[in-house]
């Protein structure tokens, strides 16, 4: 089965840095990969889906890569506001969703 | 549109108790819905698929017999912990595709309930 590692734990930055998030997988590449955003005691929000054939999605201040060479996709969230701390999940869609631990951000004003 | 809705949100039982979550799609139909589970910093992890009017399809190490999932509709999914032990206290979250054909691939979450078995 798929190992989904997000690369750190927690990420701190300063109000209106962009925060890049590292989501990284092991086996085949799926179809397309999706990033949730899951606030404390709280289900997980859909964010952006990606699919295999595509590099780059964007979403107002938030940008996904995804680079199936290197078995990899980026989250960026530019300008960012304490408004976006919260974790932030990546899953795979296979013939089930399977996501990453996560890693959450704490942006300081 | 695409809300989930979960019932209850908290539960406390004592242990050997049976609890029931529902999960409902309030805007559309679900087919297939989704039980997880999750630990304080840990995943999701992904406990039973659950097919309308089939039985549900258990993920591996997850025991039907303890877990007992309902698709009775295509808006209500139920799980019930049956003879619940301080083990089971975890995150329990559905999830609901809409179906083929629709817009993504999605699952939408619902919020999520907290059971606490003492």
């Known amino acids: 089965s798929q190992k989904i590692e997000q690369n750190s734990e927690a990420l701190n930055i300063q109000e209106g840095k962009t925060a890049t998030l590292t989501c990284n997988y092991t086996?085949?590449?799926?179809?397309?990969l999706q990033w949730y955003r899951q606030d404390p005691g709280r289900g997980p929000v859909f964010l952006l889906l990606i699919r295999e054939n595509e590099k780059e999605k964007r979403k107002e201040r938030l940008k996904v890569t995804f680079d199936t060479t290197l078995k990899q996709s980026l989250f960026h969230i530019t300008a960012s506001q304490p408004a976006d701390s919260a974790t932030y999940l990546c899953a795979l869609n296979d013939y089930k969703l399977s996501f990453g631990a996560g890693t959450t951000v704490t942006v300081r004003a | 549109g695409a809300v989930v809705s979960q019932h209850p949100s908290r539960v406390i039982c004592k242990s050997g108790t049976s609890v029931k979550i529902e999960c409902r799609s309030l805007d559309f139909q679900a087919t297939t819905m989704f039980w997880y589970r999750q630990f304080p910093k840990q995943s999701l992890m992904l406990m039973a698929t659950s097919n309308e009017g089939s039985k549900a399809t258990y993920e591996q190490g997850v025991e039907k017999d303890k877990f007992l999932i309902n698709h009775a509709s295509l808006t209500l999914s139920t799980l019930t912990v049956t003879s619940a032990h301080p083990e089971d206290s975890s995150f329990y979250i559905c999830?609901?595709?809409?179906?083929?054909?629709?817009?993504?691939?999605?699952?939408?979450f619902g919020p999520g309930t907290r059971l606490t078995v003492l």
């Open positions: 999830s609901a595709a809409p179906p083929r054909g629709g817009q993504t691939d999605t699952q939408y």
């Open positions: 086996n085949y590449s799926p179809a397309y």
